[in-house]
């Protein structure tokens, strides 16, 4: 069975350093066990089963009888590939045409590999109980608390396939994906255990701070007083304009990020996060816990990096544009690529390598954010840590890195898990450590200035922007292409309206397109 399903519907886009041991494993999905045992219950008369798509071979692909459609669902007995072992890559919560689809199709048809489509339990979960579907149950994990159960699971897959890897495609499923590959034995030969500390920003950064790194000093704070205490003594008072930053422990993007200038905007803050949901959970788990931080000045990067058993390689560094609109102080507008030829951008990939070292991140794909800063007095760069993220960039960047470096991250993680396949695929010993850019290229993101019920669509605006020069692709979200439906201002990166690519050659003609598009945003829609 190949899983689809529209990411945008979704949208869900003990020891800490524990390698997998049974008392170090912390499972630390969000639903009361007893719940999950309810569900497991209610899904019991449907068995949780291995959904494998294979190869897709010469023969297939030559056949007379076989259709495209039929290329994307072959279904046939392993034992038909000359008895030979299937490599097979595991991918969780793969919904998306440009990440997870797009792993399954090239892994297939490039490499020569077997895909096993996986569901996490939060998206099982929430496809049962939101969406009301019952076809995805077969495709769940097995229950890791079990070891009857995960045997049965095993026991089903055919004798020759060998699976070489997992990849996460959710935020939501990180948690699981570890424990699965535990449970799998892949760990650690290819698998990289159980870490809490990858996923809770406090502890992630404590773990990168006892590596020797440079990070921001926080607290993970209970109370409202330990928030005021922690902060007065980074310079946060009444009326001060100090800054500091308020946030999850687990969180994705900048949801509920914010940056508090003064004693009131911190107490607003706290309060808002303190018992609310935690990200990619039910309603049963809440924030117990809110983090406070010292505020980074400089500039911030994310640097796609792929690890193939401790060898580190950044697939792309982007460099962000984040603004304070809407009353929201880090609102996307743009993510640029640059190349790792700058002494900052080679700065800000050792620091992550590192970073990732010290978290014992040896496999996979990782989407990490610094800020760096350059002091105007003696030049030095300091670089500390944002968050790591053990997925990939959600943004479809493919094309554009395609087009300006001449490879993306996610024929990279194909590369790292599967190898060269007859001439076929990206030789991982070719792609250099550091990406160097042969164009320019961002990924815009549209920011709303206006809320309300659309009342105009402004097309003159929208064509306008679509032929800048430097304008590859343009996309404006189909709920905004609606007379009548409502717009919110955007404040994150789940509030935006679109997105355009933007690739150029020309340092200047790029720069005033980028500086045009940020313009005629404010004007793409009038509201009531």
Known sequence: MQLSLNTNTINLLHDIRGGGDDDTIDNDNDV??????????????????????????????????????????????????????????????????????????????????????????????????VEGQTNHLSSRMPNLDSAEDVEKWMSLLPSNIEIVGIYCESDSGLNDAERLGVA????????????????????????????????????????????????????????????????????VASDDVH???????????????????????????????????????????????????????????????????????????????????????????????????????????????????????????RVRLVEVNCRQHNTNFCPLCDACIGYNAMDMVLSAYLGYNDGQGLPWDEVPTLPKTRALGAIVHFVSHVEGKIARIRYDILEEMEELTSVMDFFVYPQFMEVGNNIKKTVDIRSDTGWAHLMNDDADEFQRDYDILVELMEKMFEVE
């Open 32 to 129: 009361a066990k007893d719940a999950m045992d309810e569900l497991r219950k209610q899904w019991s008369s449907i068995q949780a089963t291995p959904s494998i798509s294979y190869p897709v071979t010469k023969d297939d692909m030559f056949s007379d009888q076989n259709t495209l459609a039929d290329l994307d669902n072959i279904q046939k007995p392993t034992t038909e590939v000359e008895g030979k072992r299937t490599k097979a890559i595991i991918i969780m919560d793969g919904f998306s045409p440009y990440h997870g689809e797009y792993l399954s199709h090239a892994a297939r048809h490039v490499y020569g590999a077997a895909v096993i489509h996986i569901l996490s339990d939060f998206m099982t979960r929430f496809l049962y109980q």
């Open 184 to 251: 799998f034995g892949l760990y650690p030969h290819c698998h990289d255990g159980v870490n809490k500390a990858r996923r809770d920003k406090y502890l992630m950064n404590q773990v990168v701070g006892n590596a020797g790194l440079d990070v921001v000093k926080q607290q993970s704070c209970e109370t409202l007083e330990e928030a005021e205490d922690f902060a007065r003594s980074l310079g946060l008072f009444e009326d001060s304009s100090t800054l500091v930053v308020v946030k999850p422990l687990r969180g």
């Open 259 to 381: 940056l508090c200038s003064n004693l009131p905007s911190l107490r607003k803050a706290f309060t808002k996060i303190l018992h609310s949901p935690v990200f990619g959970s039910s309603t049963a788990a809440k924030h117990e816990k809110v983090l406070v931080q010292e505020f980074a000045k400089g500039f911030e990067f994310a640097v796609d990096v792929l690890c193939r058993d401790g060898e580190r390689k950044a697939a792309a560094i982007w460099k962000y544009d984040k603004r304070a609109v809407n009353g929201a102080p880090f609102v996307y507008h743009s993510t640029q690529l640059v190349s790792g030829e700058g002494e900052v951008e080679q700065e800000v990939c050792n620091y992550i390598f590192k970073a990732l070292e010290s978290l014992d991140i040896r496999w996979g794909l990782s989407h990490v954010e610094v800020i760096a800063e350059t002091s105007p007095d003696t030049g030095k760069i």
